[in-house]
């Protein structure tokens, strides 16, 4: 439940941004869903990702089988536009960039950030306005370089 909360003031709060700063122009709201392919399982979550060369994203996931046990994720993104196209103001964009590893669990209740892992994300952002469709490979990594899991997954949202 709370949870649900946090994500909810996130979301607010990150709509009030984008409605006052235009640098926020191009922001995209929509949910995820990704594999696991280290140990094969799924996780469904949002996320609210802002506009512009720099972008920040803001979102959590679950697991499919839910065992109170979620991750939260602050990805701060390059995104560089690869190509633009007559439809729509469509756009293709190339997207990477880095998070702290944070979780909650609403079962005990906890909040952790991770001091020696990182996770990395590298996608592709098909922007077909009001739609945006993403794929994306993202990796947990241990800040002496190794890599500890990785994840692909899709992605649905709305431009605004």
């Known amino acids: 439940m709370k ?3 946090t994500a909810l003031i996130l979301v607010l709060i990150s709509t009030l941004l984008v409605f006052t700063f235009p640098v926020f122009a191009g922001t995209t709201l929509g949910g995820s869903f990704q594999k696991n392919l280290t140990d ?3 996780w469904y979550g949002g996320f609210l990702r802002t506009g ?3 972008k920040l994203e803001l979102g959590g996931e679950t697991p499919h089988m839910s065992s109170g046990d979620a991750r939260l994720f602050s990805y701060f993104l390059m995104d560089l536009r690869m190509g633009s196209f007559g439809v729509n103001n469509g756009r293709l964009s190339l997207y990477f960039g880095g998070s702290p590893v944070m979780r ?3 079962g005990s209740p906890s909040f952790y ?3 020696s892992e990182a996770m990395g994300k590298i996608g592709l ?3 077909l306005y009001p739609f945006a469709i993403h794929v994306q490979s993202s990796g947990k990594f241990e800040l002496s370089g190794n890599l500890e899991e990785i994840n ?3 992605g649905l949202g709305l431009s605004f």
């Open 3 to 5: 949870f649900k909360s």
């Open 40 to 42: 094969d399982t799924f």
């Open 52 to 54: 512009g060369l720099f």
């Open 104 to 106: 909650i669990d609403t």
């Open 113 to 115: 950030i991770s001091k």
């Open 125 to 127: 952002q098909l922007n």
């Open 152 to 154: 692909a997954g899709i």
